[in-house]
């Protein structure tokens, strides 16, 4: 059953400009060594940190605490495995909270167009 559904929109220029500025102090906040790994191999990595950190985003808000709660960016983890969709991770407070909700499994879409990254997740029990 849905238990929630949450959704962000990124720029990705914005990111691009995010990353050539603060990269390091950036990236160790936001990703996951994972996901840093990945987006590094990518052509356009600004693509890759876009849609993740909308990801992050669209998790937190199904989780119905934004960027609140305490719950740190790096707890929410986008796994990405080729040929098939990419799955959230959760760790810490973002799982205990997930937990409370009875949230047990998020379905994760993702895509980009132009200058925007696009998540849409559905939180279901």
Known sequence: MIVAVGTDLV???RMRAAIARYRDRLCRRLYTPQE??????RPFPEVHFASRFAAKEAVLKA??????AG?????VEVVGVRG?????RLTG????????RGIHHFHLSLSHDG??????VIATD
């Open 71 to 75: 719950i740190a960016w790096r707890e």
């Open 36 to 41: 840093m790994a990945e987006g590094e191999g």
């Open 11 to 13: 720029s990705i220029p």
């Open 63 to 68: 989780l119905g605490t934004g960027w609140g």
């Open 84 to 88: 098939r969709p990419p799955e959230v």
């Open 115 to 120: 200058d925007y990254a696009l998540a849409f």
């Open 93 to 100: 407070r973002a799982q205990l909270v997930a937990q409370g």
